[in-house]
């Protein structure tokens, strides 16, 4: 008794109902000054006393200290538990101190930068310059971290975590702050902001910067990205980014591509990984998009396998045709006498082998590829996709062109053929293949158009599209025009957005709520619209938006994904939850900008 009155920590013995029943005075006088006898121990202070038997202990606050509680047994029955308190409040202090002053890397890009500069007046220039520099003074303002600027475009931030948390605290403003400066009267400045801040020291958190600014530029930039307990989080994103692609970026992926497929076609340009004879390139080429393909998917496939079947023995698409949103232009181009373009998933799984490249377009997740089997068995996989980069895409990869400001996958595939020249070229069936995907994703040249998006147009009519025939692969039946009427008829208006279900027993529902998501977007004051049905145990979400608000980020909080002004997500619930679920995500996205 003697050892434990005059025991050097705070301490009390609890019986088996966690009931105080004695105490000594350091625990009277340091931790709770009130009569603690009779008391629940868990009741007075927030202990989890399980946690407190292990090894490492339990470390709790209380009266603004800190404490280290550790719980042994004191009587053979096990009836009674001392409890002991070790005073770690320096320590604790210290440590937080050490992690607030940990520095972290930021990387700031201004996004297309040389485009903004261009056809500028010098003083338009200068005077862009001084307010870009006043926008990162203001950035730095109340804080002790230092910045340099390494290019016209790039800025370096170096910041101790104590004020980076109150950046990601305030969703980084300075993104809407930069959209507020114009140049030329013309353009406004977005900024792509990479932050590195879980990494050991400086040059882990620069890798880790240049990670999350490289997935903030693949996604269209105008927004901000740092990992947190290994997952990646974003913020901004409003903006849709650039109209025009890098054509010298996919030059090379073009030029890359055929010295990939077919070895000393051009001069070397770069370094790759394939397990196919250098010498050999590869024989076959299997070609493939998304589940439920539609007519930029199957489009776009359609017209590269017509160009690589000049250059390759063997190049097929691989397509469900039972599950496929594109069967009026596989039957075009069957009824045209075009035979053996489009095996099946099984079929095409008999063909890989190691003498097989494997080509995905419209999509890079590994998730709603045409067929999974085929990529996790293949060993060489290229990817060319239009849409914003998610975290998780499909990997390892040979060669890929990721280009969020092209209009459509069918455009990016235009463009890598025209670069190609006449070492190949595509008949008018293929063109009109082609023209077909840019026309469906840019709802016949109104969404994300560009220059680039009218160019590679007039190169297809060049190649002998007829767009009458284009027309026509995208008539519906009189039926999908009655469900999509009735989709529209179920719509209710939720914070600027339309909500709407369809029948998911219907064959064309995916159809039909797309149209549907489309034609919402003609409502007065509705900034984006939602389609809702279910199929099996999964409900499937059709997103759309003019460009005001991000669908992608909505459908990513859902775990989908898609580009700014189209979207997607499957979630396995019922309709009512999935609609909770939506529209916490709508607010969520709302908040955040």
């Not at 377009?361 to 085929?374: A, F, Q």
């Not at 060993?379 to 060319?384: A, F, L, T």
């Not at 209009?407 to 069936?429: K, P, Y």
């Given at each position: 008794?003697?050892?434990?009155?005059?025991?050097?920590?705070p301490?009390?013995?609890?019986?088996?109902?966690?009931?105080?029943?004695?105490?000594n005075?350091?625990?009277?006088?340091?931790?709770?000054?009130?009569?603690?006898?009779?008391?629940k121990?868990?009741?007075?202070?927030?202990i989890?006393?399980?946690?407190?038997?292990?090894?490492?202990?339990?470390?709790?606050?209380?009266?603004?200290?800190?404490?280290?509680?550790?719980?042994?047994?004191?009587?053979?029955?096990?009836?009674?538990?001392?409890?002991?308190?070790?005073?770690?409040?320096?320590?604790?202090?210290?440590?937080?101190?050490?992690?607030?002053?940990?520095?972290?890397?930021?990387?700031i890009?201004?996004?297309?930068?040389?485009?903004?500069?261009?056809?500028v007046?010098?003083?338009?220039k200068?005077?862009?310059?001084?307010?870009?520099e006043?926008?990162?003074?203001?950035?730095?303002?109340?804080?002790?971290?230092?910045?340099?600027?390494?290019?016209?475009?790039?800025?370096?931030?170096?910041?101790?975590?104590?004020?980076?948390?109150?950046?990601?605290?305030?969703?980084?403003?300075?993104?809407?702050?930069?959209?507020?400066?114009?140049?030329?009267?013309r353009?406004?400045?977005t900024?792509?902001?990479?932050?590195?801040?879980?990494?050991?020291?400086?040059?882990?958190?620069?890798k880790?910067?240049?990670?999350?600014?490289?997935?903030?530029?693949?996604?269209?930039?105008?927004?901000?990205?740092?990992?947190?307990?290994?997952?990646?989080?974003?913020?901004?994103?409003?903006?849709?980014?650039?109209?025009?692609?890098?054509?010298?970026?996919?030059?090379?992926?073009?030029?890359?591509?055929?010295?990939?497929?077919?070895?000393?076609?051009?001069?070397?340009?770069?370094?790759?990984?394939?397990?196919?004879?250098?010498?050999?390139?590869?024989?076959?080429?299997?070609?493939?998009g998304?589940?439920?393909g539609?007519?930029?998917?199957?489009?776009?496939?359609?017209?590269l396998?017509?160009?690589?079947?000049?250059?390759?023995?063997?190049?097929?698409?691989?397509?469900?045709?039972?599950?496929?949103?594109?069967?009026s232009?596989?039957?075009?181009?069957?009824?045209?006498?075009?035979?053996?373009?489009?095996?099946t998933?099984?079929?095409g799984?008999?063909?890989?082998?190691?003498?097989?490249?494997?080509?995905?377009?419209?999509?890079?997740?590994?998730?709603?590829?045409?067929?999974?089997?085929?990529?996790?068995?293949?060993?060489?996989?290229?990817?060319?996709?239009?849409?914003?980069?998610?975290?998780?895409?499909?990997?390892?990869?040979?060669?890929?062109?990721?280009e969020?400001?092209?209009?459509?996958a069918a455009?990016?595939?235009?463009?890598?053929?025209?670069?190609?020249?006449?070492?190949?070229?595509?008949?008018a069936?293929?063109?009109?293949?082609?023209?077909?995907?840019?026309?469906?994703?840019?709802?016949?040249?109104?969404?994300?158009?560009?220059?680039?998006?009218?160019?590679?147009?007039?190169?297809?009519k060049k190649?002998?599209?007829?767009t009458?025939?284009?027309?026509?692969?995208?008539?519906?039946?009189?039926?999908?025009?009655?469900?999509?009427?009735?989709?529209?008829?179920?719509?209710?208006?939720?914070?600027?957005?339309?909500?709407?279900?369809?029948?998911?027993?219907?064959?064309?529902?995916?159809?039909?709520?797309?149209?549907?998501?489309?034609?919402?977007?003609?409502?007065?004051?509705?900034?984006?619209?939602?389609?809702?049905?279910q199929?099996?145990?999964?409900?499937?979400?059709s997103?759309?938006s003019?460009?005001?608000?991000?669908?992608?980020v909505?459908?990513?909080?859902?775990g989908g994904?898609?580009?700014?002004?189209?979207?997607?997500?499957?979630?396995?619930?019922?309709?009512?939850?999935?609609?909770?679920?939506?529209?916490?995500?709508?607010?969520?996205?709302?908040?955040?900008?």
């Amino acid at each position: 008794r003697d050892s434990l009155v005059h025991f050097p920590a705070p301490c009390v013995i609890i019986d088996k109902e966690k009931t105080i029943v004695w105490f000594n005075k350091l625990f009277e006088s340091k931790v709770y000054s009130e009569d603690p006898y009779g008391e629940k121990l868990d009741l007075i202070m927030n202990i989890d006393l399980n946690k407190a038997f292990e090894t490492d202990g339990c470390q709790i606050c209380v009266n603004k200290r800190y404490y280290l509680a550790k719980a042994v047994r004191t009587d053979v029955r096990n009836e009674l538990t001392m409890v002991y308190f070790n005073d770690i409040t320096e320590y604790t202090e210290l440590r937080y101190d050490a992690y607030q002053s940990h520095n972290s890397v930021i990387i700031i890009v201004i996004d297309n930068y040389d485009e903004l500069m261009s056809d500028v007046r010098e003083s338009e220039k200068a005077h862009a310059a001084v307010e870009i520099e006043k926008l990162m003074e203001s950035f730095l303002e109340g804080t002790n971290a230092i910045a340099k600027k390494v290019s016209d475009d790039r800025f370096y931030v170096f910041m101790e975590e104590r004020y980076l948390a109150r950046k990601i605290e305030n969703r980084f403003r300075i993104l809407e702050a930069a959209r507020q400066i114009r140049i030329g009267g013309r353009a406004n400045v977005t900024l792509s902001i990479g932050v590195g801040r879980e990494g050991k020291g400086l040059e882990e958190c620069e890798k880790l910067a240049k990670q999350a600014l490289e997935l903030c530029q693949g996604r269209g930039g105008d927004q901000a990205a740092y990992r947190e307990n290994g997952e990646f989080r974003f913020f901004g994103g409003v903006s849709s980014g650039s109209d025009n692609n890098n054509r010298v970026k996919i030059r090379i992926f073009a030029e890359t591509l055929l010295e990939i497929i077919k070895p000393g076609s051009i001069e070397s340009i770069g370094n790759y990984r394939a397990d196919a004879d250098e010498a050999q390139g590869f024989r076959r080429v299997l070609i493939m998009g998304h589940r439920f393909g539609d007519l930029d998917s199957v489009g776009s496939a359609t017209g590269l396998c017509c160009a690589l079947r000049k250059i390759v023995s063997e190049c097929y698409v691989v397509v469900d045709k039972t599950k496929n949103l594109a069967t009026s232009l596989i039957d075009y181009i069957e009824e045209n006498e075009i035979t053996n373009y489009y095996i099946t998933p099984s079929q095409g799984l008999e063909r890989l082998d190691s003498d097989t490249l494997v080509i995905v377009v419209d999509t890079h997740n590994p998730e709603l590829v045409e067929s999974k089997d085929i990529i996790e068995r293949a060993k060489n996989i290229v990817v060319i996709d239009h849409h914003r980069r998610m975290v998780k895409g499909i990997e390892p990869l040979i060669a890929q062109c990721l280009e969020p400001g092209a209009s459509s996958a069918a455009e990016l595939v235009t463009e890598i053929i025209e670069m190609w020249g006449d070492r190949t070229s595509i008949d008018a069936h293929a063109a009109e293949a082609l023209l077909s995907g840019i026309m469906l994703d840019t709802k016949y040249f109104v969404m994300k158009t560009g220059v680039t998006t009218f160019e590679t147009a007039a190169y297809l009519k060049k190649m002998g599209a007829d767009t009458i025939v284009v027309k026509q692969m995208f008539a519906n039946s009189i039926d999908t025009y009655h469900e999509k009427s009735k989709i529209i008829n179920s719509a209710e208006i939720y914070r600027k957005c339309a909500l709407a279900r369809a029948d998911g027993s219907f064959s064309n529902v995916r159809i039909a709520a797309s149209q549907a998501a489309d034609e919402m977007l003609g409502i007065t004051g509705v900034c984006a619209s939602f389609v809702m049905y279910q199929q099996g145990e999964t409900i499937n979400i059709s997103a759309r938006s003019m460009g005001k608000y991000n669908v992608q980020v909505i459908m990513e909080a859902l775990g989908g994904g898609g580009h700014l002004t189209m979207a997607a997500a499957q979630i396995k619930t019922d309709l009512d939850s999935a609609k909770k679920m939506l529209t916490d995500a709508v607010d969520e996205y709302i908040r955040s900008i």
